[in-house]
């Protein structure tokens, strides 16, 4: 009998209306359209304004048009996971309070904090939830509202991030499509390349952590972007090998969208032209856990059923790894 996989059976993204163009950072700290477009890739970013709007907005939002795509009930889905780096509180999850407003009553859930490979750390473990057959209905999540920790003072990192997400169903499958292999790594020891110095239990919110600017994201970007380069592309080719897949035989590259030269770098040692290489970092800049579904998003009308593609990240923590999978369904 073939084994039980998951399958992706929807996806849905979701981003907000404001669009903090390179022209408007031009006004608020010292760069150039032409360093932001040479150096990142990155044209514009969305932003998530309005009081009391946090990330939970842009997971409500995906999830229910995930539902109504699908044909799929609230009360059907079993397991909310929610990647996130910047959930709404730091307690109760985000899961939780976007199973509540979308009617999940029947759901549980939890947040997963991966920094940039959170899509990816929660695709792995969703998945395994329907491999044992526990779950018949599975959404993770991957929604960032990176504006809420970004120091607009700061070019080197204001220019890079911005806010949205997406959400995919998990189904099990008997065909031979599906989530096929999975590879994770963490390494702890890149905590100080990129971090958040204040607001964990380590250094709670004073005047002084507030008045010292550690409620941002910190990130040393050259030595990042070296990690970064050399990992995502060698945890990308390991995956390959590990199914005997040539560059012919993918598909698609999803990369998380953090700098359109790592993609690049990724997209050559993997040996796969750009053609084949999803990109949306223009339009979206880095949404930390939002990117790869809203990249899976943007280009679904192009995928068809038994298509390879490697999805592949890196980020903070440092979390990085890669997931192959064929996808099950043809455009709708
Ligand atoms: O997604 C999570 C993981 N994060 C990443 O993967 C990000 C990895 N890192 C990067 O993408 C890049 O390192 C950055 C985009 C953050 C920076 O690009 P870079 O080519 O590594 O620049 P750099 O940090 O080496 O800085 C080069 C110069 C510096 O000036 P000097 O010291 O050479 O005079 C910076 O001060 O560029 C300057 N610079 C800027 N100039 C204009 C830094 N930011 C800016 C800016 N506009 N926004």
Redesign the pocket.
């Known amino acids: 009998m073939n084994k039980v996989r998951a399958a992706i059976t929807g996806v849905q993204g979701w981003v907000p209306d404001y669009a903090l163009t390179n022209a408007e950072l031009e006004t608020m ?4 359209d032409e ?2 477009t040479s ?2 890739g990155i044209k514009e970013r969305r932003i998530l304004k309005g009081k009391d709007q946090g990330t939970s907005v842009i997971g409500i939002n995906a999830v229910n048009g995930l539902l109504k795509k699908t044909g799929t009930a609230p009360e059907e889905i079993d397991l909310i996971i929610c990647a996130t780096t910047t959930p709404d509180m730091a307690f109760p999850a985000t899961a939780n309070i976007i199973a509540d407003a979308i009617g999940a009553k029947n759901a549980w859930g939890y947040d997963l904090q991966a ?2 490979s959170g899509f990816l750390y929660g695709l792995t473990t969703g998945a395994q939830f329907i491999e044992t057959g526990k779950h018949n209905k599975v959404i993770v999540i991957g929604a960032d509202k990176m504006s809420s920790i970004i120091n607009y003072e700061d ?2 990192t204001c ?2 991030f911005g806010d949205g997400g997406g959400a995919v169903l998990l189904e099990p499958t008997l065909d031979d499509n599906g989530i096929m292999d999975t590879i994770l790594h963490s390494d702890g020891a890149g905590a100080q390349f ?1 971090h958040m110095k204040a607001g964990g239990s380590r250094r709670p919110a004073t005047m002084e952590t507030i008045a010292a600017k550690e409620h941002y994201v910190h ?1 040393e ?2 030595a ?2 070296k990690f ?1 380069v050399t990992n995502m592309a060698e945890v990308s080719a390991r995956i390959m090998e590990n199914n005997n897949l040539a560059a012919e035989d993918i598909s698609w590259l999803v990369p ?1 969208q ?2 359109k030269r ?1 993609i690049d770098a990724t997209a050559n040692r993997m040996g796969i032209g750009s053609e084949k290489v999803m990109l949306n970092i223009h339009k979206y800049g ?1 949404t ?1 856990s939002g990117t790869i579904p809203l990249c899976l998003w943007d280009y679904e009308s192009q995928l068809k059923k038994g298509d390879n593609l490697i999805l592949a990240s ?3 923590g440092f979390t990085w790894g890669s997931v192959y999978l064929k996808w099950a369904y043809d455009p709708k």
Do not use: D, K, P, Y
């Not at 700290?29 to 150039?32: K, M, N, S, Y």
């Open positions: 700290v010292e760069t150039t360093w932001i150096r990142t920094a940039c070019r080197t220019i890079i990129l990130q970007g050259s990042v972007f970064a998380h953090a700098n790592i880095n930390t890196f980020g903070g």
